[in-house]
């Protein structure tokens, strides 16, 4: 057992060693945040245990020089006293809040090579942060106002406002009016998309397959800045057409062929005894009478019936623009269904046939479908190829 045991204490030593070296190195190169993240999580796992005691020390040089880092550079930048390094100062004061949260849950933390506890200078940043919250949410939310005034000249200003607005949102949650301005640039940002089904056939659809074309949310055609609606809705001013033009509904007559097909098999059906020419039994050599497979010949004659139907919808799709009422593009669509039923009657031994004829014959006879029915059949993959179509092609300016 202990040659076992040896190579795995050997192999541990050297992991933790690596991981030491590892922090040190970070702390030697300036990457202060490294060292203190590699420090934090193996004192995690036992901050008393002596070979965790190297990290306890990095950790404390660490924070010291990251901290004496980043209040440094605050200053500097405070005293540019320029609007745009307000987002920088913000973040340097949450990186020094965040800093000393992640390392209150492991104090005190005792040095015991020293014998005693690593100081960590903690300050409350609370007052600085909002201070200078305050001051980067109304420059957050001036810039946005700007941009999103540029919006009525420029649509995608509209977007870009949305951004700005939403990472305002996330850093000063409901300041000011904020959140009716990001509704309001979703709503003049978006792209507003009317579809319709136009049955340009003169046949009939069955309104369920209309229904199930303008049933946009199984499309899957999630986009922020894309909005389908079924129709129009007189309170939107649409962007786009998306139209699914029926042009042609073919439907074939109603087919039945007849086929007469025969079958032999033979097959065992139990033994019977040897017979010589002299209709004696033949033994074998202990006296016994020998036994041979008793052989049936076997014959059916199967009557196969089969009905066939076939209907295909034709159509395009356009994708129309709806302030000049131009043609932006146009990809034909084209679907069909075949409805195809066999079944048979028989004359003689089913036993003679084979798997598929032996089904047939056990098969009930179906009615043809109506027309009604094969459109809505059709239409199923005709859904398919106008999913395919509309998700890869999306409306651009």
């Known amino acids: 057992m202990k040659k076992y045991i040896l190579p795995f204490i050997l192999v541990f030593l050297i992991i933790s060693c690596n991981s030491v070296k590892s922090t040190e190195k970070a702390l030697n190169s300036g990457d202060y945040d490294k060292a203190i993240s590699l420090s934090i999580n193996n004192l995690k796992r036992n901050k008393t245990k002596e070979k965790n005691q190297p990290y306890v020390t990095t950790l404390e040089n660490a924070f010291k020089k990251v901290k004496e880092r980043d209040e440094k550079r605050i200053v500097f930048l405070k005293k540019e006293n320029s609007a745009e390094k307000l987002e920088m100062i913000y973040e340097l004061y949450q990186q020094l809040k965040n800093r000393q949260e992640s390392i209150k849950p492991l104090l005190p933390l005792k040095n015991l090579a020293t014998g005693r506890n690593a100081e960590f200078n903690m300050r409350n940043y609370d007052n600085d942060l909002l201070n200078v919250k305050k001051d980067y949410s109304e420059y957050l939310y001036q810039k946005a106002l700007v941009i999103y005034k540029q919006g009525e000249q420029d649509k995608y200003k509209y977007r870009t406002a949305y951004s700005d607005l939403k990472y305002l949102d996330n850093v000063n949650s409901n300041y000011k009016d904020v959140r009716n301005l990001i509704n309001e640039a979703y709503d003049r940002g978006a792209d507003y998309i009317a579809v319709f089904v136009k049955n340009e056939t003169r046949q009939i659809i069955p309104r369920r397959l209309e229904e199930e074309l303008l049933a946009l949310d199984t499309y899957g055609l999630d986009d922020l800045w894309s909005v389908y609606d079924a129709g129009e809705n ?164």
């Open 234 to 397: 007189n309170k939107i001013k649409y962007d786009y057409r998306l139209e699914l033009n029926l042009v042609q509904i073919n439907i074939s007559p109603e087919r039945v062929s007849k086929k007469e097909i025969v079958r032999e098999k033979q097959v065992k059906d139990g033994y019977k005894y040897l017979l010589n020419k002299q209709g004696r039994y033949v033994k074998d050599s202990l006296g016994n009478r020998i036994k041979v497979d008793k052989i049936l010949n076997l014959r059916c004659k199967v009557f196969k019936t089969t009905k066939f139907k076939r209907s295909s919808i034709v159509g395009v799709v356009k994708y129309i623009d709806n302030y000049s009422n131009r043609l932006l593009n146009e990809f034909s669509i084209e679907s069909e269904f075949v409805f195809e039923h066999g079944f048979a009657t028989y004359r003689g031994d089913k036993r003679a046939l084979d798997t598929p004829l032996y089904n047939l014959v056990n098969a009930r006879e179906s009615r043809f479908p109506t027309n009604e029915q094969m459109i809505y059949d059709t239409g199923t993959d005709l859904k398919e190829k106008f999913k395919y179509i509309i998700t890869r092609n999306r409306f651009t300016r």
